[in-house]
């Protein structure tokens, strides 16, 4: 008796020193796993945990507890006082073991295939879309090659993230019917939960869809100067539920991407200046044309990269009251529009002002008119009264 009692307390020394021994490997294991993943502090100091990180400390959390589980599970085999009631257990689980072992054979096989083709189907689909966007970026070239990568980026997300959800829940569907269980009632309360969430979210749903059309169809970039509506600005930040707009005064306007209707792109591949002149009447409008277009010309000498095509004088646009209106079209690189008409405006300026073509004048004419108020004496009359 006392033999196996040393014998009993012998294997839970040994037993527990095994079980502190594994704690301690399985919590390097998990450190040196973690060690290899930079954190990102968030805005209070504390690090920005990411899936990676919470899955190992899941691991390790219980890898730890079944270790002192099964410890603890072989400390009341041992103790003579619940060793009848641990046997009379033990009896159950062999039972339930084989009753195991039964099921795995039949069903469980085909569960553990159906998990391994979902796994290999998700991380195939995941793969071909991201190589296929990988292509699209290297063909990607232009004047804006990152906002290309960015929407490219942006798209392959969502098909990756669409696609694996999908395939995920088919693929679960499949298991659960291995495992002789009923899908009708999961099926019927996901339909039912979709056309909740249909109903309640229209709004949100047509701004994401309107997004995505957006980003699909690269309607506008980050960078763009574009028109929605009444706003006019440069875009910020393109979502998929929403887009940014800078206007020229520094406001900041959001756009839900469910209310835009009619999108202006000012900078799509190529911007133009359509630039009216003025003169008056008197001038000769053949010289005044020659002269605006060479002063274009000389101003696309002198910036080639901006102005991609030589100016062209279109004549005499329309005539007003009071002056004779010339119209001048020149063509430039995307957003450098607004530069090129304020610097040639300033260059027609001076090339009128020294050939001496003159603006239309300005005059006012003001009719005065000779009827006396009423009650008051005309200067006839004050005259006669005064000579009296």
């Not at 605006?292 to 329309?318: K, N, V, W």
Request: with cysteine.
């Amino acid at each position: 008796m006392r033999t196996e009692t040393l014998t009993i307390v012998l294997v839970l020394v040994i037993g527990g020193v095994a079980c502190a021994v594994l704690q301690w490997i399985v919590r390097a294991l998990c450190d040196r796993l973690l060690s290899r993943e930079r954190l990102t502090p968030t805005a209070d100091g504390q690090p920005l945990l990411s899936g990676h990180t919470l899955l190992v400390n899941w691991l390790g959390y219980g890898l730890r507890t079944f270790i002192w589980t099964a410890y603890g599970w072989l400390a009341v085999y041992l103790l003579p006082h619940t060793r009848s009631q641990v046997e009379s257990v033990g009896g159950r689980m062999q039972r339930l073991s084989e009753n195991l072992v039964d099921w795995l054979t039949s069903r469980g096989l085909n569960a553990a295939i159906a998990i391994i083709i979902i796994v290999f189907v998700m991380r195939f689909a995941a793969a071909g879309i991201e190589t296929i966007f990988v292509l699209m970026k290297r063909r990607a070239n232009g004047l804006d090659v990152s906002a290309a990568h960015r929407r490219l980026s942006t798209l392959s997300t969502i098909f990756s993230g669409a696609s694996q959800t999908v395939i995920f829940f088919v693929g679960l569907m499949v298991v659960l019917q291995q495992l002789n269980v009923n899908i009708t009632p999961i099926l019927a309360s996901a339909g039912v939960v979709g056309i909740a969430i249909g109903f309640g979210a229209q709004s949100l749903i047509r701004d994401l869809f309107s997004g995505f059309l957006i980003l699909l169809e690269d309607q506008f970039s980050v960078g763009d100067i574009v028109r929605i509506g009444e706003f006019a600005g440069t875009v910020e930040q393109i979502t998929l539920r929403a887009t940014r707009i800078r206007a020229i005064d520094g406001a900041l306007t959001t756009i839900p991407n469910g209310h835009i209707a009619t999108i202006s792109n000012l900078t799509r591949d190529w911007s133009q200046v359509a630039l009216d002149i003025e003169i008056d009447y008197t001038e000769d409008a053949d010289r005044a044309m020659m002269i605006a277009l060479d002063t274009a010309r000389i101003l696309h000498a002198d910036l080639p990269s901006q102005i991609i095509e030589a100016p062209s004088m279109l004549g005499i646009d329309r005539l007003s009251p009071a002056a004779v209106v010339l119209r001048l079209l020149v063509r430039t690189a995307p957003s450098k529009q607004f530069d090129i008409a304020r610097e040639l405006r300033r260059r027609i300026k001076l090339a009128f002002e020294s050939h001496g073509i003159r603006p239309p004048a300005t005059w006012r004419q003001i009719l005065a008119s000779e009827e006396p108020a009423r009650g008051q004496a005309t200067p006839a009359e004050s005259a006669a009264v005064s000579s009296r």
